[in-house]
């Protein structure tokens, strides 16, 4: 794509944050995103969503507090369909333009792993794909309470982008949060085709993209020194 910056292909991931555009305000605006961002520019969004939901006449506060759940748990099986459908789709290795997409929405990160400006989501992107779903959006939470089903999924997204950051820039001192960054962790640096849960492990279970027997259990130290072998 010729708005892209030269990216050569690696045989590993490598530190550092590389130009992604060669064009400046597309680099500064549209590239480099910081992980406040999206509570930042989302939670305002969700919270007027509510507002919208209850201003209706026929809403209620327990439907629309459960429509907004329903919501957040829907997220987790939206996260799921776009890491692994859209975000690790296999371009033909023969056409220029779908090998410089699949690096543009995430071909980058698996490159640069532990570059802090690209781990959450441009919220250009987050628009274009909320615009995009906002049909199915709308029959799934109705004429009265689609705007709070979109807020719950809005929470759930930014659950996900800030635990995405979270496993890649923080130490866990939880077993949970250590359990996620090794179970991420392992998506990176171990077999990129499975782990595709972010959140949550519960649709890698469902749809049998979870560790396989023959992957060894590995501790935190050992995910520190594969990390660090990289």
């Given at each position: 794509m010729?708005f892209l910056a030269?990216?050569p ?5 490598r ?5 992604m ?29 509510v507002?919208?939901t209850?201003?209706?006449?026929t ?22 369909l ?11 290795p ?19 792993p532990?570059?802090?400006?690209r781990?959450?989501m ?20 109705g ?6 089903f979109?807020?719950g ?15 890649h ?8 949060g ?7 962790l ?22 049998r ?5 023959t ?16």
């Open positions: 010729f030269p990216h292909h690696l045989d590993k991931p530190r550092g944050s590389p130009r555009f060669r064009i400046d305000w597309v680099e500064t605006y549209f590239s480099r995103v910081k992980w406040w961002h999206v509570p930042l520019i989302w939670t305002p969004v969700a919270v007027a969503c507002v919208l209850l201003r209706q006449p809403a209620t506060v327990p439907t629309t507090i459960g429509v907004l759940a329903v919501g957040i748990a829907a997220w987790t099986l939206l996260e799921y776009l890491h692994r459908y859209l975000f690790h789709f296999t371009p033909n023969q056409s220029e333009w779908q090998v410089d997409l699949s690096w543009l929405i995430h071909g980058i990160h698996h490159d640069y532990w570059d802090p400006d781990l959450v441009p919220p250009f992107a987050t628009f274009v794909i909320s615009a995009a779903l906002w049909p199915l959006f709308h029959a799934l939470g004429a009265v309470y689609d705007t709070s979109f807020a999924l809005l929470l759930g997204y930014m659950w996900y982008d800030l635990t995405h950051y979270y496993v820039h923080a130490v866990p001192t939880t077993r949970w250590k359990w996620l960054r090794r179970y991420h392992l998506h990176h640096f171990d077999a990129a085709e499975l782990r595709y849960g972010i959140t949550s492990p519960l649709w890698d279970w469902v749809f993209t979870g560790p396989r027997d992957t060894p259990p590995l501790d935190d130290a050992a995910v520190t020194a594969l990390e660090r072998s990289h």
